[in-house]
């Protein structure tokens, strides 16, 4: 059978020469690690900690926010020592806690529950939800709540998503070469919980040893395969990973995966979620890549939450250019960061170093109407439409183009000949048009 794949999307190099022969190797426990507060889609975690107070490693350091929140835990065993405003993996600053560490690794009790399937589904999903889990390729959405569809929405399908499409990462790759067992483990789970009676694993073809790997895993299983996808970007975007493996279209204009039957987890989610139903384990750890052609030595690290970006380049050598630009995620959706006196998070798949001359931003003409950039789109939207309506203040227009719909794969400013920031100028336009529905809702609520 030949490999699957979606419409649209760009070819490019993807850069996993670099760290994909990096066995994990365990990042030193830091002396000090900084917990952001909002390390996921939702409502900022509430801190039950205060100044001054001690705690252990995987303590429970802050609850949900609500019902779309996950709970934070304390990555290593310290001392409170700030609450307060840091720099944030997504290039800002929000709100953290800093624990300094006393030199030891005390963790909170842990269990071993080989039988952990045997457990009821409201079990499993008690042991997600209290360990924190979240989407961890970059979306960070709360895992429990990924499995807690309405009672109309039924679930048939789970896909793991093994793709991992931004180039230079390969942390996942990684994980599914050194811990096939534990994703299946992982899926396993979900499709438990979900009530689903099929599995899939996707990966792309420039991964054929995990695709090996993994046909040998599971040449027992009737209702697990291996889905073997083209090498495309982005391969691993949920809409179009479940149209490759499954044909199924979830609908534009809001629609979910559930809406066609099927959940999308990411390999170190699978793992993380392993962890928490065996272990009880919370999840203050995960493996990141830390790559780039001017790293010296680059890495793929097991890291506990919160430690910082600087401290993790220095273990793979620093860098032997000039850095121009520094990436928390992958080129095509991470986020640019000032400083790289930052902390990794649970979302933190990446760290990738750019020299000067690959930095450097080129400048922005007109647009010449070739429509390379709808040719691409992978959502079957106008990306110059809706950049030229964002330009002239026309919400409407930029929301008729299509903006709603961006997941801002960036395929489009990939392929522009004219330069032009399409991402930033559809960011603008869907936070304006979120700005319009909420004040909108607000003002039907008033009357």
Request: positive net charge; glycine residues 10%.
């Amino acid at each position: 059978m030949g490999l699957k794949t979606f419409p649209g999307g760009v070819h490019s190099d993807d850069f996993k020469r670099f760290s994909k022969d990096s066995p994990i190797e365990n990042f030193p426990i830091p002396s000090k690690v900084i917990i952001p507060l909002s390390q996921h889609i939702g409502a900022p975690a509430k801190p039950v900690v205060k100044i001054g107070d001690e705690v252990k490693t995987g303590q429970l350091i802050c609850e949900p926010g609500g019902f779309v929140s996950i709970s934070m835990h304390s990555s290593i065993t310290g001392k409170v020592t700030k609450i307060g405003r840091f720099p944030h993996p997504s290039g800002n600053m929000q709100q953290a806690i800093e624990i300094t560490g006393n030199g030891k690794d005390e963790w909170v009790d842990l269990i071993d529950e080989p039988d952990f399937l045997s457990l009821s589904v409201d079990e499993l999903k008690s042991r997600i939800s209290s360990a924190g889990i979240c989407g961890m390729g970059g979306a960070g959405f709360p895992t429990h709540v990924k499995l807690s569809p309405p009672p109309d929405k039924k679930i048939d399908v789970v896909i793991i998503n093994g793709v991992e499409c931004e180039p230079y990462l390969t942390a996942d790759y990684r994980l599914m070469i050194e811990q096939g067992e534990n994703v299946i483990s992982g899926l396993k789970t979900f499709m438990k919980i979900v009530g689903a009676k099929t599995g899939y694993i996707g990966i792309e073809a420039n991964k054929p040893d995990a695709i090996a790997n993994f046909k040998k895993l599971l040449k027992d299983e009737k209702d697990i395969s291996v889905v073997g996808l083209q090498l495309k970007y982005p391969q691993g975007a949920e809409k179009q990973l479940i149209y490759a493996c499954t044909k199924r279209k979830v609908p534009n204009r809001g629609g979910l995966p559930m809406d066609v039957g099927v959940v999308v987890q990411n390999v170190g989610t699978t793992i993380a979620t392993y962890e928490a139903v065996r272990y009880n384990k919370p999840l203050i750890e995960r493996v990141i890549s830390v790559t780039g052609k001017i790293v010296n030595h680059p890495r793929n690290l097991k890291a506990r939450i919160g430690s910082s970006f600087d401290e993790l380049l220095e273990y793979c050598g620093g860098a032997n250019e000039h850095i121009g630009k520094v990436i928390s995620g992958g080129p095509m959706m991470g986020f640019a960061i000032p400083t790289l006196n930052t902390p990794m998070a649970k979302t933190s798949s990446g760290l990738v170093i750019f020299n000067d001359k690959d930095a450097k931003k080129d400048e922005e003409h007109i647009c010449i109407r070739c429509s390379s950039c709808i040719d691409v789109c992978p959502m079957n939207v106008m990306p110059s439409m809706i950049a030229n309506s964002v330009k002239y203040e026309d919400w409407e227009g930029a929301r008729k183009a299509g903006a709603m719909d961006c997941i801002k794969c960036g395929c489009c400013a990939y392929v522009c000949p004219a330069n032009i920031k399409l991402i930033q100028w559809i960011d603008i336009g869907k936070n304006k048009i979120t700005e319009i529905d909420r004040a909108r809702r607000e003002k039907n609520n008033e009357k």
